[in-house]
């Protein structure tokens, strides 16, 4: 939905904001995918893993990929010799797995027939009743 994409936007906005002050090893996102996750990544698809090419028709797959390429780019940075083990292991490993699985958020989609709307979700949300009023401030 247009509310959830204004949250997303905003959020992601403020992370890659952060990156302005990095000397960059991938310029966007779109190329951090492309050029890191995808390669590395690789998987016989459709069995036990799933990918959609047109992974940025998921909101749960940008906001994902979006912390994941802050990470990366922070811990690139840091200098740190053990950064790309604790990326691997604490972040991508983890992110990958979720995205990857066959009832995760790409299911529906393959490589081969492309995008598909998951039918886990119908409309890609979460039915949400409004917050009674005994959780507001």
Same mark, same amino acid.
């Given at each position: 939905?247009?509310?959830?994409?204004?949250?997303?936007?905003?959020?992601?906005?403020?992370?890659? +904001?952060? #990156?302005?002050?990095?000397?960059?090893?991938?310029?966007?996102?779109?190329? &951090?995918?492309?050029? %890191?996750?995808? /390669?590395?990544?690789?998987?016989?698809?459709?069995?036990?893993?799933?990918?959609?090419?047109?992974?940025?028709?998921?909101?749960?797959?940008?906001?994902?990929?979006?912390?994941?390429?802050?990470?990366?780019?922070?811990?690139?940075?840091?200098? +740190?010799? #053990?950064?790309?083990?604790?990326?691997?292991?604490?972040?991508?490993?983890? &992110?990958?797995?979720? %995205?990857?699985? /066959?009832?995760?958020?790409?299911?529906?989609?393959?490589?081969?027939?492309?995008?598909?709307?998951?039918?886990?979700?119908?409309?890609?949300?979460?039915?949400?009743?409004?917050?009674?009023?005994?959780?507001?401030?």
């Amino acid at each position: 939905t247009s509310s959830m994409r204004m949250v997303l936007g905003g959020m992601m906005e403020e992370e890659t +904001d952060q #990156l302005d002050e990095l000397t960059k090893q991938y310029k966007d996102l779109g190329v &951090f995918v492309e050029e %890191l996750i995808a /390669p590395l990544y690789i998987r016989p698809v459709g069995g036990m893993a799933r990918w959609c090419p047109k992974w940025w028709l998921h909101a749960e797959a940008v906001f994902r990929f979006n912390a994941l390429w802050v990470a990366y780019e922070n811990g690139y940075a840091s200098g +740190d010799p #053990l950064f790309a083990a604790n990326w691997m292991a604490s972040y991508a490993d983890p &992110f990958m797995t979720r %995205l990857m699985d /066959p009832n995760g958020t790409f299911n529906g989609c393959s490589p081969e027939r492309g995008h598909r709307m998951s039918p886990l979700c119908g409309e890609d949300v979460l039915p949400c009743e409004p917050l009674p009023d005994l959780f507001r401030d």
